[in-house]
């Protein structure tokens, strides 16, 4: 039996993050992951969605620039995301060898008593054992999903085949994505959402006109509805629909489920003792322990919000706590909501109908961004910027939509961690032209010195 200080399974974000901090801390590391390093998010979600859209944007600006057709080439696309997705593991695998993190593929079946065992054999003690198992789609009741009709998300996005109608379950973050992807390659897409509104858990305002930007390029909203069954013939899908009173047929090449994910907790021993919450997640305190005094839990598998981002701090704080200074260690509490679709949206900080919600009075400033040089430069922009703040000028939130959301999110995450007013973002020198001096603009307007409007 191998002894180390700490055995890591799953080798995801929250994961490898953990493996190679609490390394650097000194720390005899072993991780344990029966797939590719980078978990879910690497290869399967975040990583190859966004090099795929960035594949297909490109066209489409490279088309509008040069006035012709776009000519795809799939093979070529689905190459040139295996190259994205292997060059990033690559580089978490040299990672681990730099740190001396030990890396064993296999899968762990039982974890009892300090020991973690696996299918093939092995024993390791750990004084600490982590779980960062991640999370799995969740299908539709009775719908298992299947490679042909049915599809996860991990499915749609190594694009198995041409699809000329396209269903998508969920209008969240995943679903918008690839109902963007697959109408950039051509196909008829319909979105079915049991919300009255897409992406339900951003800024009102974003997800109002984020909707009508989105069926510009020629997505359909199926909104307040729900898929009540699905039937298969004649070689496509028939998705029987209902709402309030109504119903219709959906008909399909195939359908993607994207209507949430669930923890990855197939462990026998002590991890059955772990207090789980109501939809099955580990419960975890601040530096990420549970009940159980050596076993702690990190990334999707701790809970939502499920994001990469979530994760890597996830990671440091049990990191820091563990081996470092945890007494001078701070959280961040802002976490920033992103949807990749074209236009892409973006949501930190507090909403304009949570905090109606929440009681507050607050002002909002908005610009929008085709009044922007450089979103000209980038081609035409639709979107806006909107900050929210308090009677006082703090700012609460920062919230927008952007073919370019990359470009604005970051400073808005900034921003409001930081607590900054509204004003202060009018006292910068920002570069022209980028993206960025929409936050001088907003600040300039919320001091009643506008520029760019009238």
Excluded at 109 to 114: A, F, H, I, L
Excluded at 150 to 177: F, H, Q, T
Excluded at 226 to 245: A, F, I, N, P, W
Excluded at 350 to 375: C, N, R, T, W
Aim: some cysteine.
């Amino acid at each position: 039996m191998e002894e180390y200080d700490v055995v890591v399974v799953g080798a995801g974000p929250g994961g490898y993050l953990s493996a190679i901090r609490m390394a650097k801390l000194g720390a005899k590391v072993l991780v344990i992951e029966s797939g590719n390093v980078g978990g879910e998010c690497l290869n399967y979600a975040c990583i190859p969605s966004k090099a795929i859209l960035n594949y297909l944007v490109s066209l489409e600006h490279g088309a509008k620039l040069l006035d012709c057709s776009k000519e795809i080439d799939i093979d070529r696309l689905r190459e040139y995301r295996n190259e994205v997705v292997e060059g990033i593991v690559r580089g978490v695998e040299h990672l681990f060898r730099r740190t001396g993190v030990k890396l064993v593929k296999s899968r762990v079946s039982r974890v009892e008593d300090r020991k973690v065992y696996t299918n093939h054999g092995g024993v390791y003690h750990g004084e600490y054992v982590v779980l960062a198992t991640g999370s799995r789609p969740r299908e539709l009741l009775g719908v298992p999903f299947d490679e042909e009709y049915v599809w996860s998300s991990r499915i749609a996005l190594m694009l198995p085949r041409k699809v000329d109608n396209l269903v998508v379950v969920g209008g969240g973050a995943a679903g918008l994505e690839i109902a963007t992807i697959y109408r950039l390659l051509g196909a008829n897409v319909s979105v079915v959402e049991v919300m009255d509104r897409i992406a339900p858990f951003m800024d009102k305002d974003v997800s109002k006109r984020l909707r009508v930007l989105l069926a510009r390029l020629g997505i359909k909203f199926y909104l307040g509805s729900k898929v009540v069954g699905v039937e298969r013939g004649g070689g496509c899908l028939e998705l029987r629909v209902t709402r309030d009173s109504s119903s219709l047929e959906l008909f399909c090449d195939a359908v993607v489920v994207t209507i949430g994910r669930r923890p990855n907790i197939e462990i026998s021993g002590d991890v059955e003792r772990l207090k789980r919450d109501g939809n099955g997640f580990i419960v975890v305190d601040d530096h990420q322990a549970t009940n159980i005094d050596y076993l702690f839990a990190v990334g999707d598998v701790a809970g939502p919000p499920l994001l990469a981002h979530k994760a890597y701090w996830d990671a440091i704080a049990l990191s820091e706590y563990l081996y470092g200074d945890w007494k001078d260690f701070k959280r961040p509490s802002v976490i920033p909501s992103v949807i990749y679709s074209y236009p892409g949206a973006f949501s930190v900080g507090v909403g304009e109908d949570a905090a109606s919600v929440m009681g507050l009075s607050i002002q909002k400033y908005s610009f929008p961004l085709g009044g922007l040089g450089a979103a000209a430069v980038h081609g035409e922009d639709r979107g806006f910027l909107k900050v929210i703040t308090d009677e006082g000028g703090k700012i609460l939130g920062i919230h927008g939509i952007s073919n370019r959301v990359g470009e604005l999110v970051g400073i808005a995450s900034l921003v409001v961690e930081l607590g900054l007013r509204v004003d202060e973002l009018g006292s910068v020198i920002y570069p022209h032209p980028t993206y960025s001096e929409a936050y001088w603009e907003v600040g300039s307007i919320a001091i009643g010195r506008g520029l760019h409007v009238i």
